[in-house]
């Protein structure tokens, strides 16, 4: 099972630079239209539907390792307020509702891409693409996503008693 660990970790590690790479090539693209459109040049016509992508992947390959380090967003405005005693059992909870919802939302993504790929839908836009490729990055996102909720909840549940604050740990890969 360890070894099972290591292996995902490495692989979010590799997530991890892909929203990276992203970022840069969106803000030379960003800051070459930027340049272009000053000098009185057309810039790209598809640059905002490129960011749109972008930005789509970025957060569904991402948000598994952000979640791994634990820089994930988080209000623990009433985690930090329970007693300590108390305080495992709400991060169990938070745990359990975490895995719960990003599993619904990895089942509708696979519903949703695949039924746009059933369809042989595609968008005319900037790219015409077909609309299951952009639709699945949801559900390779959020697999990864659950998987790495999986394993906070489990870490939550066999957790001694007064580790209090294990959810507020930062665990960089890198």
Do not use: C, Q
């Amino acid at each position: 099972m360890k070894k099972l660990d290591a292996a995902f970790d490495r692989l979010l590690a590799l997530t991890a630079i892909v929203p990276g790479v992203i970022i840069a090539l969106l803000a030379l693209g960003v800051a070459w239209e930027v340049f272009t459109r000053n000098l009185g040049m057309t810039g790209f016509y598809w640059m905002l539907e490129a960011v749109e992508y972008g930005l789509l992947i970025l957060t569904m390959v991402g948000a598994a390792y952000v979640l791994s380090i634990g820089r994930h967003v988080t209000v623990d405005l009433v985690l930090n307020a329970v007693p300590p005693h108390i305080h495992r059992w709400f991060r169990i909870v938070i745990d359990l509702v975490i895995v719960l919802i990003s599993a619904v939302i990895l089942y509708y993504g696979i519903v949703a891409a695949h039924l746009a790929y059933v369809e042989d839908s595609t968008l005319y836009k900037s790219f015409d693409i077909k609309e299951w490729m952009p639709m699945s990055v949801v559900p390779i996102g959020m697999s990864l996503f659950t998987i790495e909720a999986v394993r906070h909840l489990i870490r939550s549940i066999f957790a001694p008693p007064d580790d209090a604050d294990r959810g507020t740990e930062i665990n960089e890969v890198f």
